[in-house]
């Protein structure tokens, strides 16, 4: 386990006054402990999807965020 990495979480905790955050945080690291992987939460079907996803991505069939963008403006723009 990672101590410096702790004492740095428990120090920066210490300096923080944003109410919203630490309970967000809190949350994050609670649901860290108490969830497992979330693999085995999906179903065989979403599971197969994400595998085709993944085998479509290795092929360099996608497009990056950027290029989805402008699809959207040019559309909006007609």
């Known amino acids: 386990?990672?101590?410096l990495i702790k004492r740095e979480l428990?120090?920066?905790v210490d300096k923080c006054d944003d109410q919203i955050l630490l309970e967000e945080a809190k949350i994050f690291l609670?649901?860290?402990k108490d969830t497992g992987d979330w693999w085995d939460e999906l179903t065989e079907e979403d599971k197969s999807i994400v595998?085709?996803?993944e085998a479509s991505?290795?092929?360099g069939d996608f497009i990056s965020h950027e290029e989805l963008m402008e699809q959207f403006a040019a559309k909006k723009n007609l």
């Open 30 to 32: 609670q649901a860290g």
């Open 1 to 3: 386990m990672n101590t």
């Open 57 to 59: 991505y290795e092929k």
């Open 51 to 53: 595998m085709e996803s």
């Open 10 to 12: 428990h120090q920066l």
